[in-house]
Structure formats: C-alpha cells, structure tokens
C-alpha cells in the first residue's frame, strides 16, 4: 500500500517550494508516496518551481478545485490518496500517520484531521481552534464530518466507487464525506495535523470569509463569483 498526494494549485510562487519541501521531507521512505500538482494553468512560475519538487505536474482539466482533485485522482497510481493545499505545511510523520491509520482500520475509507494555523497571532490560533472543535464535535456526535480538502485521505477504490468530487464553489469536501460514509467509515484523527495557511482569512477578514463559504455552501455549492481560476484566493 502507497499513498499519492493531490495539490491543486494557481499562482503558488510564493508558498509551493515550502509546501512541496516539507512533503518531501516525510518520515515515510519516498520510495512509498508520489507527489502530484494539479495547476489551474498559473500565470507565475508555479509549475516551474513545482516540477522538480514532484512526480507529476499537470494542467487542470476539469473546473474548480473540487475538477482539479478528480484530475489528480485520475493520474494517482496508488491505494491511498490524500488531498491538500499548495499554501499548506506538514509535519514530517503526517503521511505515515496516514498510512498507519489506514493500516490499522481496514474498514475507513476516509480519514481526515485538523489544522493549525502557519501565520502567527491570536486571533489566527483562535479561527482554528473553532474550526478543530467543530470536527470533533461533528464527528463525535455523528452530524456532520468536516473533511477540509487541505487535510483528508481516502482510498481510491472507494473514492472512485463514490463518484469523486461534485464540482463546486464551496462544501464539496463536507458533500463527498456523505457519500462516503455509505461505503465504510470516515474517521477523524487528532494526530493527522496540517498546517494551513491564514491569509485567505488575513486577506478578507475571518468573519467575511466564513460568512461567504456558508453561503455558497447552502445556495448549494456552486457560484460563478467564486470559480477556482477566477478569485486570488482559490477556496
């Protein structure tokens, strides 16, 4: 069993070279685990900066980040694929904690953990801590998995049995956790930390963009306003 990891990308100059080093830098032997950037045809040097610090870098096909994912599904050649953000860091044993996880419940098929926030300050720590405490809270009392493409792992087979992402602006990570759930368990793990990136939050403020994700999210998911390839910030 190996694990391939899925980056949609567009304008990621700036943070891909620290995302793809610290992924290249995992406790898991390299041999095991592929690195695939899916780039939304990026007008700077993502894909330049991208090649040498992966296995694959693709141009986007399909719309979205939830079609950028299913692009990178497509090309992964192992059992277990996790999808992340080409803004996020990662602690060096998070893919083994993967692995393991994996290893251990053969009856998963979707794990997913929390995030931390890279960028300092109180308000930053505070953002995610609210965050965190609303997985735990939907997992533990089984309402609601909050899956963040940034941090979640599936098996392929089952992800593909599922049908992958339904494209759209917003919710599509907390839509596939449904749909997995009817296929096996989707399992929280505290272990399974990223770090994410703020500046979505620094940039827009955190009230802002918390109140324009739940409103994409119950208007169903899907806004042209908010096209992957269309806004700086590509959530």
């Known amino acids: 069993m190996k694990v391939s990891v899925v980056i949609p990308t567009y304008n990621e100059e700036v943070n891909i ?27 700077d040097n993502t894909r330049d900066i991208a090649k040498p610090l992966a296995d ?89 998995y909050y899956t963040l493409g940034a941090n979640t792992a599936f098996r392929k087979d089952a992800f593909l049995e599922a049908g992958g992402y339904r494209v759209s602006d917003a919710g599509d990570d907390l839509e596939i956790a449904r749909r997995m759930k009817l296929l096996g368990k989707v399992v929280f793990v505290p272990g399974m930390k990223v770090g994410f990136s703020m500046r979505r939050y620094d940039q827009y403020g955190a009230i802002k963009s918390i109140y324009e994700w739940l409103y994409i999210v119950v208007k169903g998911g899907d806004s042209d306003k908010y096209s992957y390839t269309q806004r700086e910030y590509k959530k």
């Open 56 to 144: 694959h870098v693709i141009i986007q096909t399909r719309k979205k980040v939830g079609g950028a994912r299913n692009d990178g599904f497509d090309l992964a050649s192992t059992d277990i694929v996790v999808t992340t953000d080409g803004d996020c860091i990662f602690p060096r044993e998070w893919l083994d904690v993967i692995y393991k996880e994996f290893s251990r419940r053969p009856d998963a098929v979707t794990v997913y953990g929390p995030v931390f926030p890279i960028e300092k300050g109180l308000q930053n720590r505070l953002s995610l801590v609210l965050a965190n405490t609303f997985s735990r809270l939907g997992y533990y009392t089984n309402l609601l």
């Open 17 to 43: 070279a620290r995302c793809l080093t610290s992924l290249n830098d995992q406790t898991m032997p390299r041999d095991m685990y592929e690195i695939i950037v899916v780039d939304g045809n990026s007008k």
